[in-house]
């Protein structure tokens, strides 16, 4: 019988015959090193999320017991760390600067930035964007180092109203306080953590005096004439950080491999731009960024002839569910760019819904109609690509990319 193994670094290569094995035979799987549960059916995995009051976020988000306490995020309570009621009206409040207008405002400095970088990495291989481009073996560049990891980073400042000169500081928080959760360094955590909260502290304050059009200056001013706890303000800038950056480069970089190995896929967006959102939704359902979080059980679960007891921590493998031929037919893990929109757990399910998935369609989709609009040839090369170490979320940290299809393993990796 297949045993769940926490994947990190390389072993991210191919998760999914182990999803699989999951799902066919132990969907509710016991990890007795450690004391959690394993949901792996897409059925099981949207029920748990609906059901707050039996799932609950409270107790953090990873298959570690006290994890919230070790890297001191205990006292700031980030809000996907909240249940309803209290998730449900601090949503309500954050909701108010994700609205579709914020996120159609923010479009041409989006597409802007695309374009600059897009723009950069054909030059690099000495050729201009648009064109053939020759020469032996192309010009290979890390387009994740170049694009895909600093346009989230852009975006999320964007939101949090955080000056531009302060943006590249957001990368080495979330690398830091990520690969400490993979290593178990919680020491050097627990000092970006209190690095964050001194910055956004003072952010806070600042937006008190002069407050601007993004979501931090939103919850200041909020609240009816009672003011939002700033340590919730807090809890926000940080969920914002942590799970807006490395999340979507996932999405980004796990969708270009699978499109750069899938030509005719691929082939199908350049000759029809107006597939590109729909495949948006393909890619996310394929590459699952976030491959599966753990909610903690107030009761106990009877669950196919099991019993998973009260406060013990549960997975739910998004990235499996998003795979489950039980859902999405015979055909689920194959990429196909017309398949009709689903139930995909890509962004959660029910009150912890991401909010900035709006934002990550965006990216998805201008990251897509320029590549094909600008260098349609391209290829990346995941054989030669690194993963992210981490438990939870799926990404490259580097992929070669060649604007002009020089790459020679472009068809060799898993995804």
Not at 101 to 122: G, K, Y
Not at 238 to 248: E, L, V
Request: some cysteine; proline content about 6%.
């Amino acid at each position: 019988m297949t045993s769940f193994i926490p994947r990190s670094a390389e072993g991210w290569r191919d998760p999914f015959s182990m999803y699989a094995d999951l799902r066919d035979t132990d969907p509710a799987h016991h990890v007795v090193d450690g004391n959690y549960w394993v949901l792996s059916r897409h059925a099981d995995v949207i029920d748990a999320a609906r059901d707050t009051e039996t799932f609950s976020s409270a107790q953090g988000l990873t298959f570690t017991y006290d994890d919230l306490a070790s890297v001191g995020l205990d006292e700031i309570a980030p809000m996907v760390f909240l249940d309803p009621p209290d998730h449900t009206e601090f949503r309500r409040l954050v909701a108010r600067g994700f609205t579709p207008r914020q996120v159609t405002s923010i479009e041409p400095e989006v597409r802007e930035f695309v374009i600059s970088r897009i723009d950069a990495l054909c030059a690099s291989s000495g050729h201009g964007a648009g064109g053939e481009g020759g020469g032996e073996g192309g010009g290979n560049r890390d387009i994740v180092s170049e694009l895909l990891k600093p346009l989230p980073t852009m975006v999320v400042g964007h939101y949090l109203g955080v000056p531009v000169e302060d943006r590249s500081s957001f990368d080495g928080w979330v690398e830091q306080i990520v690969g400490a959760s993979a290593t178990g360094n919680i020491f050097d955590a627990m000092e970006t953590v209190a690095q964050v909260i001194e910055y956004f502290t003072a952010l806070v304050e600042s937006r008190r005096v002069s407050p601007g059009e993004d979501v931090i200056s939103e919850l200041v001013q909020a609240g009816d004439g009672a003011a939002v706890d700033p340590m919730r303000i807090l809890g926000f800038a940080f969920t914002m950080m942590t799970g807006g950056n490395d999340t979507s480069t996932g999405m980004l970089s796990v969708g270009l491999e699978l499109l750069s190995q899938q030509r005719d896929q691929w082939g199908l967006l350049v000759e029809q731009p107006d597939l590109i959102p729909n495949a948006v939704t393909e890619l996310l359902r394929l590459s699952s960024p976030v491959q599966g979080l753990a909610r903690t059980t107030t009761r106990d679960v009877e669950l196919h002839d099991k019993v998973i007891p009260a406060q013990t921590k549960v997975m739910l493998l998004y990235a499996s569910a998003n795979r489950d031929p039980r859902q999405f037919g015979p055909t689920a893990a194959d990429l196909d760019v017309t398949r009709p929109p689903g139930a995909i757990l890509t962004f959660g399910h029910g009150a912890h819904y991401c909010l900035g998935a709006a934002a990550a369609r965006l990216m998805g989709r201008v990251v897509l109609e320029e590549l094909a609009a600008r260098c349609p040839n391209f290829t990346v090369d995941g054989t030669n690509g690194r993963f992210s170490a981490g438990h939870f979320v799926r990404w490259y940290e580097s992929l070669p990319f060649d604007p002009y299809g020089h790459n020679e393993n472009q068809h060799r990796a898993p995804t």
